[in-house]
């Protein structure tokens, strides 16, 4: 990977709250048009890693970004109820330049979300409403996208969309992904590398060389994601076969 652009490098990166180690020394780099998904238990350290790499947080070790970032917050850091269309929600960070609506029907069409510039930020579905985020973050044409549980809370269809989604813009424009989520079995479909994440770094590689039952001998308590990741093929039979479904459900 020698001749590949390096996007984001971490070097001995560490997070203490008073004397409690958060993070510990977690190295790692991404390349250009990777797409990396973090997973680990809860209280593993993914969102404070995912904020000392932005600089929200103080840190000790390196964090180096080489590139613009979008990035996408936890669906719940937003008040839902605001009396908001979509089109000012999505043009927050531009709000101030003048000539913008081009650009922000643009993205909006990009995510899917076409004729929706009027309807209000708390009428849209989960799935939707996630996609209106994405939007937001691309309206600065990042090179990097960093996303911290963009699918919670979004059925497992609209996980599947919005996971296609970001891969398209992957391919198309060479963004390289950072993400943090909890659906296993989605990143291990549709990611191309995996960081396995317990206050350090455990593992990271490509997600053809990790299966879920390498990193359960990392994580004992991984069976609970285990179980997580057969739930996610019942949910993606069931779209395909409902009969199939329900006898493989009845099997487990």
């Known amino acids: 990977m020698a001749n590949k652009q390096i996007v984001i490098r971490v070097k ?93 029907r643009e993205v909006l069409k990009r995510v899917g979300l076409e004729g929706y510039s009027k309807k209000l930020v708390g009428k849209l579905s989960g799935g939707e409403y996630q996609r209106a985020m994405l939007a937001r973050a691309l309206l600065s044409e990042p090179d990097i996208l960093i996303l911290d549980e963009p699918e919670s809370g979004v059925d497992e269809l609209g996980k599947a969309r919005f996971y296609e989604l970001l891969n398209e813009l992957r391919e ?38 990790i299966s879920p039952e390498d990193v359960k001998k990392i994580f004992g308590e991984f069976d609970i994601w285990l179980r997580a990741d057969k739930h996610y093929e019942i949910e993606h039979i069931h779209h395909v076969g409902e009969d199939e479904s329900s006898s493989k459900g009845k099997e487990q």
């Open 12 to 104: 001995n990166l560490s997070v203490k709250f008073g004397e409690m180690d958060i993070l510990k020394n977690v190295s790692f780099e991404l390349y250009r048009g990777e797409f990396a998904g973090i997973i680990g238990p809860n209280g593993a350290g993914k969102s404070t890693l995912i904020k000392a790499i932005l600089g929200f947080i103080p840190f000790d070790g390196e964090a180096v970004v080489n590139g613009k970032v979008g990035y996408v917050p936890q669906l719940s850091q937003f008040n839902r109820e605001l009396p908001m269309s979509v089109y000012d929600f999505v043009r927050i960070p531009i709000r101030k330049n003048k000539g913008c609506e081009d650009r922000v």
């Open 172 to 209: 198309e424009k060479g963004i390289t992904i950072l993400m943090v989520s909890h659906d296993i079995g989605m990143v291990f479909e549709k990611c191309s590398t995996v960081m396995c994440l317990n206050k350090t770094l455990h593992c990271h590689g490509p997600t053809n060389k």
